[in-house]
C-alpha cells in the first residue's frame, strides 16, 4: 500500500502536527519508503497465530483500595502537577478559549 | 596517586570502602573529567554540585562506620530520560525543554540509594528514537573514537549515545541506558563498552519517558561485565508504580559470576548470516564462539526462522505505542506551548507540536498513527502482533536447544556522524539483531570483542532465556575473559 500527499496530510492531522506543503513533499516518499519495506510482513503464514498481548506472562495485580496508597502516585499534589505547565491559573491549566 | 578516573564500578566503591581515596576525591576528578569533555557533547547538563553532595553522603556514612551501599562513591551518568526531582528532564526533546520534574523515576532513586552521584544527565537521541544520537535537539553526540588516520567524527551509536560516549571516553565510570529495540546494546558495542538490557519488567518504568512501553527496558553500562552485574543489581526490583514489573526476587548477580561454562550449550543463530553483514563481524563472532568453546561450552546451531521479520515488525510496534505514548505532549500540562496569534485550542496542539518534535519523531508518531488508524489496524497493527509472538516462539525453540545464544550485536561497526542520515530505512538496519531480543522481552547484552582494522570496537550480542540474567551475564564474562579487550579510545577532546 502507498499514501498520497492528501493521506499524509490527513496524517499529519491525526497526529495533531502541523506540517507545511514542503514537509508533506518530502514525508510522502520517506513514508512510502517504510510503508513498501514493512509490506513484507504480509508474506508471514499468521494463521491461527494469537498476536502478543504481553511479552512476559504476568497476572495484573489489585493496588489496595485506599486513597493515596502511594503518596507519589496518588492525589493532593496540585502544585507539583501545575508547576511545569506553560500556562496555570487558580489551580488550573491554562488554554485558549474552546468555546466562541 | 592512581588515575581515578581510569577506574570502573568495583574498583571505585571497593576503594572508598576500603579508604584508599574518598568519595569526593573521586566525584572531583570526574566533575573535572566532564568538564574537560564538552567537545563529545555527551551531556545536556552537568551536576557537578550532585556528584559532591551524594560523595560527602558516602564520606560522612564510612567516618561513622555505616554499611555502604552497592555502589556507594560511583559517581554515574543519567541518560536524560529519567525524571530526576529538581533537574532538567528533556528526553533530548525541544517540547521538554525546561521540564523540571518534582518527582524521581524509580530507577535513578534506587541508584541514589545505592551510594551513586549523578554527573549529569546524559544526552540521547530524542525521545531515544534513532541509533546513532543525531536526532537529539541538543546537538549530535561524538564517539571519543576515531578511525585510524581520521579525524572524521563518529557516531556512539543510539540511543544511548551521550551514555556510551561518556563510558568509552572516561568521563563517567557507568551510566544508565534504556533499551527499546537496540539502544543500550549498539551503543556500547560502537564504542567497546559493556552493556546489558534486562528481561522486560526487571527494572522499573516509572519515571522514564516513554516511547514502547511494551519493549523499554532500563539496564546499565560500564566498561566490564561485573560492573554491569553490579549496577543492574542496583536498578532492578519490583516497582507497584509500575504494571509491568516483575514481582520476582533480585538475584546477586555480582555474586553468582561465574565463566566456567562446562555443560552449558550456547547457540549460534544461522539466520544472522544476513547479507550486507561485514566479514569482520563475521570473523568475530566465529572467535568468540572459539571462546566460549574454550570456557567449556558447547556450540550447537539453532535456527530463529522469524528474524528477518523482527526489524519490519519492531518499526510497526514501536511506532503504534510511540504515537500512543507521545500523544500527552500537547502544550497544555508541561513543555513547550506554541500558540499562534488567533489560533484555538486544536491549532494550539499541532503548532506546539510541529515546533517540539524533530524529524524522527514526527515520522514515528505518524507512522504509528497510521498503522493504528481505521482500515489499516489489522493489516499492520494486528500482523505485526502475530509476527511478535511467532519471533518469542522461535526463541523458545531454540532454548529447547541451548541455554544462551551468541550473535553480534551490529552489522557494522560505528560510521561517520551525518553519514546516514539520508535514508531512514538505512539508519534502522542497524538494529537488525538487537530488535528480535527485546520482540520477545528477553535479556540480552553487548561485550566488547576486538577491534577492526581501521581501529574501532565490534561488539559481540548474548541473548538469554526470560529472567536469566546470570547466564547472559556468565557468557559475557567468559568472553571478556578471553577477548582480552584493552582498546581505548585516544585523548582528542
Redesign the interface.
Known amino acids: ?1 502507498s ?1 498520497t500527499r492528501e493521506d ?1 496530510a490527513k ?9 507545511d506543503e514542503q514537509e508533506l513533499d518530502r ?1 510522502v516518499p ?2 512510502n ?2 510503508l513498501a ?2 509490506e ?5 503464514d ?1 494463521a491461527g ?8 506472562p ?1 497476572a ?2 489489585l ?1 489496595d483500595d485506599v486513597i493515596d496508597a ?1 503518596p ?2 496518588g492525589g493532593g ?1 496540585q502544585d ?1 502537577v501545575l ?5 496555570a491559573e487558580h489551580g488550573f ?1 491554562g ?4 468555546i466562541e | 596517586m592512581t588515575d581515578l578516573t581510569s577506574l570502573g564500578v568495583r574498583e571505585i566503591r571497593d576503594g572508598v570502602a576500603a579508604g584508599n581515596f574518598t568519595a569526593r576525591e573521586v566525584a572531583e576528578a570526574f566533575n573535572a573529567a566532564v568538564e574537560a569533555a564538552t567537545a563529545l557533547n555527551a551531556f545536556i547538563v552537568t551536576t557537578p554540585e550532585k556528584a559532591l553532595e551524594a560523595a560527602d553522603a558516602v564520606d560522612a556514612a564510612r567516618a561513622k562506620g555505616e554499611t555502604l551501599g552497592s555502589m556507594a562513591g560511583v559517581p554515574i551518568g543519567m541518560k536524560d530520560l529519567f525524571a530526576t526531582d529538581g533537574v532538567q528532564t528533556t528526553a533530548a526533546s525541544h517540547i521538554l525543554e ?6 524521581e523515576s524509580t530507577v535513578s532513586a534506587k541508584l541514589w540509594e545505592a551510594g551513586c552521584g549523578m554527573l549529569g544527565k546524559l544526552n540521547l537521541d530524542q525521545f531515544a528514537m534513532g541509533s546513532s544520537n543525531e536526532t537529539s535537539y541538543f546537538g549530535n553526540v561524538c564517539s571519543p573514537w576515531r578511525k585510524e588516520g581520521s579525524n572524521a567524527a563518529m557516531s556512539p551509536g543510539g540511543s544511548s549515545g551521550g551514555s556510551s560516549s561518556a563510558v568509552a571516553a572516561r568521563i563517567a565510570p557507568a551510566a544508565t541506558g534504556t533499551d527499546t529495540g537496540g539502544s543500550i546494546r549498539q551503543p556500547a558495542a560502537f564504542t567497546g563498552i559493556c552493556g546489558i538490557k534486562p ?3 526487571r527494572c522499573s518504568r516509572w519515571g522514564v519517558v516513554a516511547f514502547a512501553s ?2 523499554d527496558q532500563a539496564g546499565p553500562m560500564a566498561r566490564s561485565v561485573e560492573d554491569c552485574a553490579i549496577m543492574l543489581g542496583a536498578m532492578a526490583g519490583f516497582d ?2 509500575d ?2 514489573s ?2 520476582a526476587p533480585v538475584p546477586d548477580w555480582f555474586g553468582g559470576l561465574n565463566a566456567d561454562l562446562r555443560g552449558k550449550k550456547v547457540g549460534i543463530p544461522k539466520e544472522y548470516r544476513m547479507d550486507g553483514t561485514s566479514q569482520e563481524i563475521l570473523d568475530s563472532w566465529e572467535k568468540g564462539a572459539e571462546w566460549l568453546r574454550d570456557a567449556g561450552a558447547e556450540i550447537v546451531e539453532v535456527s530463529l526462522p ?1 528474524t ?2 523482527a526489524l ?2 519492531y ?2 510496534v514501536a511506532p503504534a505505542e510511540a ?1 500512543s505514548n507521545l ?1 500527552r505532549y ?8 506554541d ?1 499562534p496569534e488567533g ?9 506546539t ?2 515546533a517540539g ?1 524533530g524529524d524522527e519523531v ?2 514515528r ?3 504509528g ?2 498503522v493504528l ?1 481505521a482500515g ?1 489496524y489489522d ?2 497493527y ?9 519471533v ?1 516462539r522461535d526463541f523458545d525453540a531454540a532454548f529447547g536447544q541451548c541455554d544462551v545464544i551468541l550473535a553480534p550485536t551490529t552489522p557494522t561497526p560505528s560510521f561517520p556522524l551525518n553519514s546516514l542520515n539520508d ?3 538505512t539508519m534502522y538496519l542497524n538494529d537488525v539483531f538487537a530488535v528480535p531480543a527485546s ?3 528477553l535479556p540480552a547484552m553487548s561485550v566488547p570483542a576486538t577491534v577492526t582494522a581501521d581501529g574501532l570496537p565490534l561488539g559481540l550480542q548474548l541473548v538469554g532465556r ?1 529472567m536469566d540474567e546470570q547466564g547472559v551475564l556468565n557468557a559475557g564474562l567468559a568472553i571478556e575473559q578471553r577477548a582480552g579487550f584493552v582498546a581505548k579510545p585516544e585523548r582528542w577532546w
Do not use: C
Open positions: 500500500m499514501v499524509v496524517i499529519a492531522k491525526l497526529a495533531r502536527i502541523a506540517m514525508m520517506e513514508f519508503n517504510i519495506w514493512v513484507q510482513l504480509g508474506e508471514v499468521t497465530v494469537e498476536p502478543m498481548t504481553a511479552v512476559i504476568q495484573l495485580r493496588r502511594d507519589q502516585t499534589r507539583d508547576a511545569n505547565a506553560p500556562v491549566y488554554v485558549p478559549k474552546v | 525546561g521540564f523540571t520534574p518534582r518527582y528481561t522486560y519488567g511494551s519493549l507497584p508504580k504494571a509491568t516483575l514481582d522469524h528477518k521479520y519490519p515488525a518499526y510497526i504515537s500523544a500537547d502544550g497544555v500540562r508541561y513543555g513547550l506551548r500558540l489560533a484555538g485550542l486544536q491549532d494550539m496542539y499541532a503548532a507540536r510541529a518534535f514526527k515520522r508518531v505518524m507512522l498513527t497510521y488508524s489499516f493489516a499492520y494486528t500482523q505485526a502482533m502475530k509476527v511478535r509472538t511467532l518469542q535514508d531512514p530505512l520482540l520477545a522481552g526470560a
